[in-house]
């Protein structure tokens, strides 16, 4: 089965009715968790439900490394990027784990860090 790692705007169109989770073994990273969670009542309940459907994926030393230098790539070609954007896109390569994000003006310009973009279904 695939893996993918999904990125909060995915989670919000899912929750919404727009979209399906794809079939596949699914991952989000714990920037992703906490955005969708930040602004929620319901934080603690739909926490425990998200950890059952989604392997969370914590930054190691790996993704930090990972993280910083593209971070300092990017600010030195000027094309800076929110931090957690720069985060959720070194999870995902670090694991190895294509993206699913509406958001793909911002996470393109990482495919040549090793980003896999999967499509959005």
């Known amino acids: 089965m695939r893996r993918v790692m999904i ?52 930054p190691s030393n790996e993704v930090l490394r990972l993280a910083a230098k593209i971070y300092r790539d990017l600010r030195r070609r000027g094309e800076p990027l929110d931090e957690r954007d720069v985060i959720v896109a070194a999870s995902a390569i670090s694991h190895d784990l294509p993206l699913m994000t509406r958001n793909r003006g911002h996470y393109e310009r990482l495919v040549r860090y090793g980003l896999k973009l999967a499509p959005v279904d």
């Open 7 to 58: 990125d909060a705007d995915v989670l919000i169109d899912v929750e919404k009715g727009r979209r399906h989770l794809p079939r596949a073994h699914l991952f989000i990273s714990w920037i992703s968790l906490y955005e969708f969670l930040r602004g929620r009542e319901d934080y603690g309940e739909v926490k425990e439900i998200l950890e059952r459907v989604f392997k969370v994926v914590y």
